[in-house]
């Protein structure tokens, strides 16, 4: 039973993360102080009694996870750590300063962070990440506790999250929405109506509790009925107001991400109580148990190919996954319900109890690759490229965490032939280029693929494979080696007239654009560039100054941000502009220009010009044409 000491040590705590939380945003001059107030009640109760956190050792697998999904109440995350003694207030007084760890949003920079949030409606979604990994992979009593915004439940994320917490029976995920009516420009969707949120989680099978944010007792008693439920996941419904405890903000509108002033934060202070300086003892994590072991490693026996033979480059993917599987325990797989495509049903098969479907919820599967690396598994997602695209949101924020995950796109380009348009992921290689410190890989043949694959595993941040739907030539021998960063010449002479740089599918169009062109007597070197973020810098380099600067690059994308773009950067990037001392650089980029429709894979690869026809009338162009073009879009303007 609560007693009215204990109450009255949560309210003092709640009250000095409130004036905390103001104090921090006024010195900062932007911030969300009445964002973060709102909630303040709840995070005192739950930090002082049910938390359980090794503050001095984040990385003990048996702590409880928090994650803020309302990302931009960080300073009652903030204050919430100087509350349990981990920060200084001076370090508080420092939120949102260039240098501090103390971001506008929370980040890993802070050891008990464990993801970047922000954008809304990624929390819960992560947290199912992580609930997945203690219930099934861990095995150890922690729980997830996910604190949302009112206003996030109307992301679609949010709702793939419910869904799948349930499917999966996630009794160890529990969600804490603050229901303070007061979105950034006005009322919320369902403003204070508790029982329609109540009611939605319901019918995903979730328990749900409504309570008066701001009574102690509620809370506790909600908070406690919470870790006792065993066969479900849990959702708190807190109906709060936004600014609480402050007469000039309570639940008024038009405040939402603006600071006070100094005068107006004294006046808030004093209405608040005056400063405390209230240290609390987190409770440790009553087990300090190690999870569980999975497997045991077995040596690593990579799937082989026979030269000459055709095989897709998605089924080398499968292979070699299911091999990764065997010799790291830590690897884990998911798939949007694509797998038998994708081939990530061969992992399925080998090892249903570390490969977790998450059907058509693209978004839901890219947040739990996040979740589970956080307990540092080794996530590889797998769908069609063109469905990665629907995630991309998670896979920004997830370079913000600096999560390592694993991600590969399947069927990609014009050439899956006769699905259309709508299947054809043509924007991939840009997408992923353009995340921080990612890396883009795409082989053209299943050996190639196989060692790639083995690499992914231990490559540290956003890591993307594009494969192929069609089955290509085997064309590399199992004793090559394709370094990340690299890139192989696998056609050259000292009269090569141009280079020919191509991957994946386009690679096997070059290769019979030069077996053509040499009854011609002309020769080209050819590139595969697999890959395509880092890209081989020194390769090109050589190549352009060893043809004359004649390149024409060939890919199966959009012209834009694509492998041509990555070769363009190698010449022109700021760091790469003046290393380059060779002839003049006349460039061909043979791209997908317009947009496809059915047909044959041969068909829609012609109709792009980006086949073997293309190629050689780009070269017989291109050796012909008088020095003085720099670059060109494509063949018509050459």
Not at 477 to 499: L, N, W
């Amino acid at each position: 039973m609560t007693t009215q000491e204990q109450l009255h040590q949560w309210h003092e705590l709640a009250q000095q993360l409130r004036i905390d939380s103001i104090r921090a945003t006024t010195v900062a001059g932007s911030g969300h102080p009445t964002s973060s107030m709102s909630p303040a009640d709840i995070m005192a109760v739950l930090l002082s009694n049910y938390l359980h956190y090794d503050f001095n050792n984040p990385h003990n697998p048996n702590n409880d996870r928090l994650i803020f999904s309302k990302g931009h109440a960080a300073p009652l995350l903030y204050s919430m750590y100087k509350a349990a003694g981990v920060i200084t207030d001076a370090e508080l007084l420092s939120l949102r300063k260039l240098g501090s760890r103390l971001e506008g949003h929370p980040t890993p920079i802070l050891p008990w962070v464990d993801v970047a949030t922000g954008s809304l409606g990624q929390g819960l979604p992560i947290g199912v990440g992580l609930a997945l990994a203690g219930k099934y992979l861990d095995q150890l009593p922690y729980n997830v506790w996910v604190l949302l915004g009112d206003s996030e439940t109307a992301e679609g994320s949010i709702w793939e999250a419910f869904d799948h917490a349930a499917h999966y029976t996630l009794d160890n995920l529990i969600a804490i929405i603050d229901v303070n009516r007061l979105g950034q420009r006005g009322q919320t969707e369902l403003g204070w109506n508790t029982q329609a949120y109540a009611n939605r989680a319901r019918a995903f099978g979730w328990q749900a509790i409504e309570i008066d944010g701001h009574d102690l007792t509620a809370i506790d008693q909600a908070l406690s009925a919470a870790v006792s439920i065993n066969d479900r996941p849990t959702v708190i419904i807190a109906r709060t107001k936004k600014g609480r405890g402050v007469t000039a903000l309570e639940d008024l509108g038009g405040w939402h991400g603006k600071t006070l002033k100094p005068d107006a934060e004294k006046q808030a202070i004093t209405e608040l109580g005056g400063e405390r300086h209230i240290t609390i003892h987190v409770s440790n994590p009553e087990s300090q148990a190690q999870p569980v072991t999975i497997a045991t490693p077995q040596p690593l026996h990579l799937p082989t190919y026979e030269k000459g033979s055709k095989v897709a480059t998605r089924r080398a993917y499968g292979d070699a996954l299911k091999a990764l599987g065997a010799a790291q325990p830590q690897v884990v797989a998911l798939d949007a319900e694509v797998s038998n495509s994708t081939y990530a049903e061969d992992f399925a098969e080998a090892f249903p109890e570390r490969y977790f479907e998450m059907y058509i919820a693209e978004q839901q599967m890219v947040a739990a690759a996040v979740g589970l690396q956080v307990r540092n598994y080794k996530p590889f997602a797998s769908s069609f490229a063109a469905f990665l695209t629907r995630a991309y949101d998670f896979v920004r924020m997830a370079a913000v965490s600096r999560a390592n995950i694993k991600l590969v796109g399947s069927h990609a380009g014009v050439s899956i032939g006769q699905d259309g348009a709508s299947q054809m992921g043509l924007e991939d290689l840009a997408a992923f280029r353009a995340v921080c410190g990612s890396t883009v890989l795409y082989p053209s043949d299943a050996n190639q693929t196989a060692k790639l694959v083995e690499q992914m595993s231990d490559r540290n941040g956003i890591v993307y494979l594009r494969t192929t739907r069609e089955s290509t030539p085997v064309i590399y021998g199992t004793e090559e080696e394709f370094p990340i960063g690299g890139s192989k010449v696998i056609r050259s002479s000292d009269q090569d007239q141009a280079t020919v740089i191509g991957a994946g599918i386009t690679l096997h169009e070059a290769l019979k654009a030069y077996d053509r062109l040499k009854t011609e007597g002309i020769t080209v070197r050819i590139i595969d560039a697999y890959s395509v973020k880092p890209i081989d810098i020194p390769t090109l380099h050589q190549a352009a100054h060893d043809t004359e600067g004649n390149l024409i690059v060939v890919e199966d994308h959009w012209s834009e941000g694509g492998l041509g773009a990555a070769v363009l950067d190698a010449f022109v990037g700021s760091s790469n502009i003046s290393n380059y001392d060779g002839p003049q650089l006349q460039v061909i980029k043979l791209a997908v220009y317009d947009l496809p429709t059915s047909g044959t894979p041969a068909e829609l690869l012609h109709a792009a010009k980006i086949d073997a026809d293309a190629i050689i009338q780009a070269v017989k162009a291109q050796i012909r044409q008088p020095v003085g073009i720099t670059y060109s879009m494509n063949l018509e303007q050459f």
